[in-house]
């Protein structure tokens, strides 16, 4: 069974920096694109950022981009999110997703972790 698990979340002061893990199980993801999505109370769920399966492409929300970087240890079947100068407006349960390949839709979900930044 596939599984996406979702570590780091936690309550920060605003500027402060959480860094996010996913941890996947039940099939490697070595060749698949991985991304980060949140979703706020109230709000749509949202982009974050992307990475591909190499780790040599990424994308960002325009909302992140110079804050937050997406990385990958495919040895490890991990993927991250360093999260820096964090604001009140990226409070989200931040959701982990991966793709069955590099191309595609996201197929696999993770369960979420919470992110609360208090200013």
């Known amino acids: 069974q596939v599984q996406l698990v979702e570590s780091g979340g936690g309550l920060v002061q605003a500027g402060g920096s959480l860094r996010l893990s996913c941890a996947a199980s039940g099939r490697t993801f070595t060749t698949s694109r991985m991304g980060w999505f949140r979703q706020a109370p109230g709000k749509e769920h949202e982009f974050v950022a992307s990475?591909?399966?190499?780790?040599?492409?990424?994308d960002y929300a325009d909302s992140v981009k110079g804050r937050f970087k997406i990385s990958r240890d495919n040895n490890k079947n991990t993927l991250y999110l360093q999260m820096n100068s964090l604001k009140p407006e990226d409070t989200a349960v931040y959701y982990c997703?991966?793709?069955?390949?590099?191309?595609?839709?996201?197929?696999?979900w993770g369960q979420g972790t919470q992110v609360t930044v208090s200013t």
């Open positions: 997703a991966a793709a069955r390949s590099d191309l595609g839709g996201y197929a696999y």
């Open positions: 990475i591909s399966s190499s780790g040599a492409i990424t």
